[in-house]
């Protein structure tokens, strides 16, 4: 028996042995294909990229996973306590594998073998890190095996903190989001250290299974494991009972934040800088780089942009009547489940959806569109109100087969089903006033002239409804707003601002075809200086003007000031008939408001990569004396501005002044309503198909254009001086309130000489009808009568006779406004 005894034992330890052998040579097999796992210590994941205003207010954030990286030190306790509770409650204290977890979870197994239920694991956080970033999710033993073996490695080469910090940041939490950062803004739009209790244990609940615990699908199953949580964290310490009861008792209190832009009024903008990162840098540096923006908006200004911008363009479309209902939809049942279903402008929160419910001759009872739930329901309750006749008036006019048509009674304007915009009045409750979303659009910009940084940026009337940016991307006619470049070129080549140029009748010839250019109120004003010229806004003059200099000068300077990248040399391109943006109008104005310097225009003030190192910083000015250790008595510093001089700076004044006639005498005299030093142009194209007006003070330039996305007339009559220079006005009135009145600083050397304005010679003291203009040195008032495009035998210039009508006007001294 003992013999027998023996031989068993020793068959048994033989293949003990042998079973001892193969495993080891299974595992051996097994490590030679082990991935790298010191790769952790150059872990950089895909990181959310943040966009932010010049005051740090958020305005986007572009990731393909809403991730944001956070230093385990970062995180806060309660935190920590909550995920070491429902994954690991043994991290800090075992090797990488928790034995006790493991037994229990093989006896579950066991007991589970030919039940069809899934196998449980358990994993230790160390050993879920080697799975989410070394090894695939496949359900198998080699795959748990591998696991292990990396989850020892793993502990040896990294201290705990390491391992929980990679943990944290890499997990997925459902809706998009990674990382304990990126997960607390999106389901409770807080930052960690803001993350109550119930917050901590509901977000450590759901890696897991983050869709077996959405909070809005399975709320009571999220309820229950982020209670089982809890009870986790009291049962560990971490919080005590009465902690946990309280906290079990709260909802879950999930409220999403929404994707894409954060600042009210900046979608335009946000999206012009998200163009330019990734032209700069790529799509995987915008959207796995975790770049951090800061860009140049000024949100207070941007706001004043925008309801200037949309009150011009609602201003103008109400005037031509109502277009009609957005949509129809059927009444007979729940019109709010329909109604739900139109898309409104989300970024135009004063208006609302309404779907007419009765109309007659005192008005509308409309149904208001359901508001949604975080989960994104609509609620039940179902919302009236009116619209009386009065609030709709404009509609009284309304465009039937193209053609605008008088109603008596707003039950001939609209129909029950017909679904509209509508704007709640704050003087009486329950009332609404119909709205219209303007067909009529434009573009607007602010910028700092000095720097180039664009403050504020309006492309269209609403984002939501069209997403083409009209400042930086309509290609557009600049109509008159170009002159002011024709005439720099030419004070900048030896012309002053009392040269006289004949306002005259003119035909250019070239080849065979003729060209009659006019004013735009047909009538010639006779000789007048360039000031007049510009005052006035005169065709005529202009085109003799760059005649008489070259439109190889106009067109280098239009170039030199970034107007057009290349100009075709053809006299009708000085009337402005070259296509060009808003931005590059702006640009080139703000070189005259500067002193003449050429700037780059910029919508980012810098740009740090994921770990905070600065990789752009458009600000390019130089500064030696800034950063001295201590104060020995040296001057102040100062910013060294190395930029380009592209314009004479008493040129660049001398356009200025001539602008500010502009504002005070010209176009433009609305403007002058504000008070303050402000230069700027108007400008028409022709038959009236966009409206312009740029300006300036020292330190802000602002211009916009209106017309139709598919050019057509605005109507006879419409002027930039009348259309936009309000919209100008407006915006300038509440972006300068608080600020000083600063005038533009004249040049040293410039002289100041009373001329008398129509001869643009020098005047008598005491003598009317003067104007004081700055000259250079060297110039001055001409000493005799001299008239640019005047042919000595009395023709106009061009080669022929002056007509008996144009005589008669250049007598009359007849002018118009443009």
Not at 154 to 165: G, S
Not at 709 to 722: A, C, F, I, M, N
């Amino acid at each position: 028996m003992i013999r027998l005894i023996g031989y068993f034992f020793g068959i048994g330890t033989a293949l003990a042995l042998l079973v001892a052998g193969a495993v080891a040579v299974y595992i051996g097999n097994l490590t030679k294909d082990l991935p790298d796992y010191e790769v952790l210590a150059k872990y950089e994941p895909p990181v959310t990229t943040r966009i932010h205003a010049s005051d740090g207010s958020l305005m986007a954030e572009y990731a393909h996973e809403r991730r944001l990286y956070l230093p385990i030190q970062a995180v806060p306790d309660r935190v920590k306590a909550a995920f070491l509770s429902a994954e690991d409650k043994n991290f800090y204290n075992h090797p990488g594998i928790d034995v006790t977890g493991l037994g229990r979870a093989v006896v579950t197994n066991l007991q589970n073998l030919g039940s069809g239920r899934r196998q449980v694991g358990a994993s230790t956080i160390t050993q879920q890190v080697a799975k989410n970033f070394l090894l695939t999710s496949d359900q198998t033993y080699e795959r748990k095996i591998k696991e292990m073996i990396l989850a020892f490695r793993i502990e040896q080469a990294y201290p705990k903190d390491r391992i929980l910090e990679l943990y944290l940041n890499e997990i997925f939490f459902g809706l998009g989001a990674y990382g304990v950062a990126g997960a607390a803004l999106t389901y409770f739009d807080k930052s960690v250290n803001e993350l109550t209790i119930a917050d901590a244990a509901y977000l450590a609940a759901l890696p897991k299974g983050p869709s077996n615990y959405h909070p809005f699908r399975h709320t009571d199953r999220a309820i229950e494991r982020r209670n089982w949580v809890l009870d986790q964290m009291v049962d560990n310490g971490y919080v005590t009972r009465e902690e946990g009861e309280k906290a079990k008792a709260q909802p879950l209190g999930v409220t999403p934040r929404r994707n894409g832009t954060y600042l009210f009024a900046g979608e335009y903008f946000t999206e012009e800088v998200r163009r330019e990162i990734s032209a700069r840098y790529g799509q995987n540096a915008l959207y796995e780089g975790g770049l951090s923006v800061r860009t140049t908006l000024d949100p207070k200004l941007q706001l004043i942009a925008r309801k200037a911008m949309q009150s011009g363009l609602i201003k103008y479309d109400t005037l031509r009547g109502y277009r009609g209902p957005v949509t129809a939809i059927d009444v007979s049942g729940d019109w709010g489940v329909p109604l739900g279903a139109v898309k409104g402008l989300d970024d135009v929160p004063e208006w609302t959806l309404a779907v007419v419910l009765d109309s007659s001759d005192t008005g509308l009872r409309i149904g208001l569109q359901p508001a949604k739930q975080a989960s994104g329901e609509l609620v039940e309750e179902r919302v009236e109100a009116t619209v009386s006749k009065e609030d709709m008036a404009f509609a009284m006019r309304h465009v039937v087969d193209g053609k605008t048509v008088k109603a008596k009674s707003p039950s001939e304007v609209l129909k029950p089903g017909d679904v509209v915009f509508v704007q709640k009045r704050d003087d009486a409750e329950g009332a609404y006033a119909l709205r219209q979303a303007p067909e009529v659009e434009g573009g607007m910009i602010a910028m700092d002239p000095h720097t180039g940084r664009v403050l504020a940026m309006v492309g269209g009337f609403s984002y939501a409804e069209s997403e083409f940016n009209r400042a930086t991307q309509a290609m557009r006619q600049p109509g008159s707003s170009f002159k002011p470049i024709v005439y720099a070129a030419a004070l900048d080549n030896g012309y002053t601002p009392a040269s006289v140029i004949m306002d005259g009748p003119i035909t250019i010839q070239s080849g065979n075809t003729t060209w009659t250019p006019k004013n735009y109120d047909g009538r010639a004003a006779g000789p007048s200086t360039l000031r007049n010229g510009i005052e006035r806004s005169r065709n005529l003059m202009t085109v003799r003007l760059a005649n008489d200099m070259g439109m190889k000068l106009v067109a280098e300077y239009a170039e030199r000031f970034g107007v057009y990248d290349h100009l075709a040399p053809y006299l009708p391109m000085a009337l402005g008939s070259g296509e060009t943006t808003v931005m590059r109008m702006v640009s080139a104005y703000a070189i005259m408001a500067n002193g003449g310097r050429s700037i780059k225009p910029s919508l980012i003030d810098r740009i740090q990569d994921r770990y905070g190192k600065t990789v752009f910083k458009h600000d390019e000015r130089s500064c030696e004396g800034c950063n001295a250790a201590e104060w020995q008595d040296q001057p102040e510093p100062e910013l060294v501005d190395n930029s380009e001089q592209v314009l004479d700076p008493m040129t660049a004044y001398q356009i200025t002044s001539m602008m500010e006639g502009v504002v005070l005498r010209g176009t433009a005299t609305t403007v002058a309503e504000l008070g303050r030093h402000i230069a700027g142009k108007t400008g028409t194209t022709n038959d009236e198909k966009d409206a312009w007006f740029i300006g300036y003070t020292p330190n802000l330039v602002v211009g916009l254009y209106m017309g139709f996305d598919k050019p057509k007339g605005l109507g006879r009559g419409t002027t930039g001086g009348g259309l936009a220079a309000p919209v100008f006005k407006d915006f300038m009135r509440v972006a300068l309130e608080g600020t000083p009145n600063v005038d533009f600083k004249v040049p040293e050397g410039m002289s100041l000489v009373a001329i008398d304005r129509k001869t643009g010679m020098q005047a008598a003291e005491g003598q009317a009808g003067t104007i004081i203009e700055a000259f250079k040195p060297g110039t001055g008032p001409a000493d005799s009568y001299w008239i640019i495009g005047m042919g000595e035998d009395g023709s106009n210039g061009s080669g022929e006779a002056l007509s008996p009508q144009a005589n008669q006007a250049i007598q009359s001294g007849g002018g118009g406004l443009y």
